[in-house]
């Protein structure tokens, strides 16, 4: 999904042209303001197979790989990671991935496609339930490649509880030889969609989500920092000087750290390209 073509986007687009009007996109991490706080969702009667993370877990494991279950399974829990970028939406992407627990985090299963209430895409940025969010999802189960148990294009069912990006303690300036999160994507969003900046930056952040740390073969990350006004994704970047991850506790949220590597503008997304960025300084003490 990262890297998918809007192709609902274009043709929505090309409706309202066709009506002489100009077409609304959501800008990165924004909420779309044609869609007012006070509308109200109605949930539809969706009775489905209440199941535990567990049980959801152990089903799919029975099934052969990537076979989906004829009945829908309803699962309650607290999101674990919030797999896709939330800058993404609704700018690019209009369903998300993420994971699922429903015991203190010791198991979780993945929602692969997800969408919002009542079966609807994503169209505000604050209706993406964040890391610590209580949601009930609805949805088939498959085993993914016969390794990944996985509630496959469901959608959400209620809402107990949202919670916000996380809060960081503050940002210092940066030195002179270093950027802030908002000066990198100020600089990012100059350059043509789908260009890189010929120049490297060292952009000063806090880390607010981190939505994969892979220790495996890639050693690397994605993750996104702020000072505090804006927001700045690092797509697949390497740990402390270029070298691997490790270990998941060498990247922490409230961690305050520089990242070097050329600007990349994603679909009006400010972020860095796979591979491209590197830690430079950290405040994390497990280097």
Known sequence: MKRSILVVTAVAALFLVSCKESPYIAGPGTDDPRIPDS??????????????????????????????????????????????????????????????????????????????????????????????????????????????????????????????????????????????????????LKLADKTESTESYDIVGVVTEILSIDTGNFGNAEWIISDGKKFFYIYRGKGLNNNKFTNTNQLQVNDTITVRSKLYNYGGIAETKANAAQIIKTTNPNW
């Open 39 to 188: 509308v109200s969702y109605v949930v539809p009667d969706t009775n489905g197979i209440e199941i535990s993370v567990d049980s959801a877990i152990a089903l799919c494991k029975t099934l052969a790989a990537d076979a989906v279950t004829p009945d829908l399974y309803k699962i309650s829990g607290v999101v674990t990671k919030n797999t896709t970028n939330p800058l993404s939406v609704p700018s690019s992407y209009s369903n998300i991935n993420f994971t699922l627990s429903d015991n203190g985090n010791k198991t979780s299963i993945a929602c692969y496609y997800t969408n919002n209430l009542n079966n609807l895409p994503f169209r505000k940025n604050s209706d993406v339930p964040r890391v610590g969010s209580k949601i009930t999802v609805l949805g088939p189960l498959t085993n993914y490649k016969g390794t990944t148990p996985e509630v496959k294009e469901g959608f959400i069912v209620r809402v107990d509880s949202m919670v916000a990006p996380p809060p960081f303690p503050g940002c210092p300036e940066p030195d002179s030889t270093e950027i802030s999160v908002s000066k990198a994507c100020e600089l990012a």
